[in-house]
């Protein structure tokens, strides 16, 4: 297997950069703790411009320098039906950033002898399979752990976006998982399933909830009032934001998770409140600063290569200047900080609305703060014909993953699988994802093979994709496909009957049906639902199939024999 990692030198600045920051930060001239110049801020007023209305949802924005907060602004609407603005102190369900503040909470019982790094999670929670090999609490917290998806699984079993989830009802799924999408510890795989379950270590090693044990120890003594772990979807909440999606057609539409599990997610806080906490990573008042520079530190695989996540955030230099921090997406909440500790520079931005991209624009206004010549130019864009593009359209497949790779090409850009950033061409066969560090490669094809392509990039590697073409397929063929499969996995089924346009069509309880197009022989994808793998018992006839989402591989359905 291929993979990019932080390079030795890399490791070591980063140990360097970070442990000494902490060592000085209290001692150190604050290198600039003043509000910003009205010059800066109409930059940053500009890039927020789009959301600055009051018809449409938008965005809150706090920037802290040295640890104090230097700006904080809020664009558009926390919610439309009551013509609320959304402002700095608008509470967010901020997504995967809640991530790091799980792990600071185990790492707290690490630190009391409480819990080891090292234990099998199934000292823990019993109730996980014995997948015949130990599945530790380190491995949940760097995505090393080979366990399936909490929400892909969930999807395959049926729950809709807007259904409640409940923290049993993702332990219930977790724990009829017959086998892991790898071997613990030999590769880095995102995987919300983990953060779920040290949620529930939390709990039963120390007696309290996550909720209530994050508000004693981190969020009280911090002063991080706006703050909690959110428990009860039904809780009223003053000052929290609603969520939205774009409609078809124009408009918006309520789009607000219904969760009542933590651990990967649910964290409702302030923009103002996480800038607080990404101080904590300076002068670990909370903590101490063991516990904290153990949260930074870069996740290791078995064969001793690095990861760039730590636990529970993403460490890097992607163009040039180091960068700690994470994302998050739920439903309508797109959330986003990060902190240049070089820079004694935070931001935080926090919005309401799905195709929003908060990590751009973050990164847009630490360039504006910082000033030009900081971070590393972008690779300029080459100029390539759209006859050369077009000959990279296509399916691409990945044999070890079973995952999918579409390359489309519209308005003169390629794009990934409908993804928002377009590939801008580098170098001849070499695209960046956007403003990204991100690379897809498309290597020459060898004595007329298949056209081969490459997606690198620091957290997950090197994955290679081989472009498939679609056999012809007559339409009594498509019979030989159709029946019933279900899983006791998922406790789920679903059925494959032939669609009025001879297409094979996949129905499911609670789903509309969707239409499969062919990949290869036996193989047949679908954006949404993934790749779906006909098997063949000795006879030659289909007795069952696998699904593959990305974070779930090859997940087994049987055929009824009915069928």
């Known amino acids: 297997m291929i993979r990019i990692f932080l390079s030795t030198t890399v490791l070591l600045a980063l140990a360097y950069t970070l442990t000494t920051h902490l060592a000085t930060a209290a001692t150190s001239p604050a290198k600039s703790g003043e509000p910003l110049n009205a010059a800066i801020v109409k930059q940053i007023d500009q890039a927020f411009s789009a959301w600055d209305n009051t018809r449409t949802p938008g965005a809150a924005i706090a920037v802290s320098r040295s640890g104090k907060v230097v700006f904080a602004r809020g664009y558009g609407m926390s919610n439309l039906e009551h013509d609320v603005p959304i402002t700095p102190d608008s509470i967010f369900h901020i997504a995967s950033i809640s991530k790091q503040f799980t792990t600071a909470c185990v790492a707290l019982l690490a630190a009391e002898g409480k819990v080891s790094w090292s234990d099998d999670v199934r000292k823990h929670v019993p109730e996980l399979p014995d997948y015949g090999r130990s599945i530790t609490l380190a491995h949940l917290a760097h995505h090393t752990s080979g366990l399936r998806d909490q929400w892909s699984l969930l999807q395959l079993a049926g729950w809709r976006e807007d259904d409640l989830v409940t923290e049993a009802d993702v332990l219930a799924i977790a724990s009829r998982q017959k086998s892991l999408n790898f071997a613990p510890g030999e590769e880095y795989l995102y995987c919300n399933t983990g953060f779920t379950l040290l949620a529930i270590v939390v709990k039963r090693v120390s007696g309290q909830t996550l909720r209530d044990f994050a508000a004693a120890r981190f969020f009280s003594p911090l002063g991080m009032n706006a703050t909690h772990f959110h428990s009860d979807h039904t809780e009223i909440v003053?000052?929290?934001?609603?969520?939205?999606?774009?409609?078809?057609?124009?408009?918006?539409?309520?789009?607000?998770?219904?969760?009542?599990?933590?651990?990967?997610?649910?964290?409702?806080?302030?923009?103002?409140?996480?800038?607080?906490?990404?101080?904590?990573?300076?002068?670990?008042?909370?903590?101490?600063?063991?516990?904290?520079?153990?949260?930074?530190?870069?996740?290791?695989?078995?064969?001793?290569?690095?990861?760039?996540?730590?636990?529970?955030?993403?460490?890097?230099?992607?163009?040039?200047?180091?960068?700690?921090?994470?994302?998050?997406?739920?439903?309508?909440?797109?959330?986003?900080?990060?902190?240049?500790?070089?820079?004694?520079?935070?931001?935080?931005?926090?919005?309401?609305?799905?195709?929003?991209?908060?990590?751009?624009?973050?990164?847009?206004?630490?360039?504006?703060?910082?000033?030009?010549?900081?971070?590393?130019?972008?690779?300029?864009?080459?100029?390539?014909?759209?006859?050369?593009?077009?000959?990279?359209?296509?399916?691409?497949?990945?044999?070890?993953?079973?995952?999918?790779?579409?390359?489309?090409?519209?308005?003169?850009?390629?794009?990934?699988?409908?993804?928002?950033?377009?590939?801008?061409?580098?170098?001849?066969?070499?695209?960046?994802?956007?403003?990204?560090?991100?690379?897809?490669?498309?290597?020459?094809?060898?004595?007329?093979?298949?056209?081969?392509?490459?997606?690198?990039?620091?957290?997950?590697?090197?994955?290679?994709?081989?472009?498939?073409?679609?056999?012809?397929?007559?339409?009594?063929?498509?019979?030989?496909?159709?029946g019933t499969f279900s899983s006791d996995e998922l406790v789920a089924k679903c059925r494959l009957t032939v669609s009025a346009g001879a297409k094979l069509e996949l129905r499911s309880a609670r789903e509309e049906p969707v239409t499969l197009a062919i990949l290869k022989t036996d193989t047949f994808y679908h954006r949404r639902i993934g790749t779906i793998t006909f098997t063949r018992g000795a006879d030659g006839k289909i007795n069952g199939l696998t699904i593959s989402t990305g974070r779930v591989r090859r997940l087994p359905l049987v055929k009824s024999a009915t069928d």
């Not at 590393?376 to 296509?394: D, H, N, R």
């Not at 990934?416 to 994802?433: H, K, M, N, T």
């Open 238 to 482: 003053r000052g929290r934001t609603s969520a939205y999606q774009p409609r078809s057609g124009g408009g918006w539409k309520i789009s607000i998770p219904v969760f009542d599990t933590y651990g990967a997610t649910s964290l409702f806080t302030t923009v103002g409140d996480l800038l607080t906490w990404e101080q904590n990573f300076v002068d670990a008042r909370v903590g101490g600063p063991s516990l904290v520079a153990s949260l930074i530190e870069p996740g290791k695989l078995n064969d001793g290569s690095f990861t760039d996540y730590g636990l529970g955030v993403v460490i890097g230099k992607p163009r040039g200047v180091l960068e700690v921090g994470h994302g998050g997406a739920d439903a309508g909440y797109r959330t986003d900080v990060v902190r240049f500790p070089e820079h004694d520079l935070a931001i935080a931005v926090f919005c309401n609305l799905s195709n929003m991209r908060p990590a751009v624009l973050s990164r847009q206004v630490a360039e504006i703060i910082l000033g030009p010549g900081v971070f590393s130019p972008l690779p300029v864009a080459m100029e390539m014909a759209e006859a050369e593009l077009k000959a990279l359209v296509g399916n691409y497949w990945n044999e070890k993953t079973d995952d999918v790779r579409q390359i489309t090409l519209k308005d003169g850009k390629l794009s990934a699988s409908g993804g928002p950033d377009p590939l801008i061409p580098i170098r001849p066969g070499e695209f960046r994802v956007g403003t990204s560090n991100a690379r897809v490669v498309f290597p020459p094809p060898v004595n007329a093979a298949a056209q081969e392509m490459q997606t690198i990039s620091a957290t997950v590697g090197t994955a290679k994709f081989t472009r498939v073409v679609a056999p012809e397929i007559a339409s009594e063929q498509i019979t030989a496909f159709t």
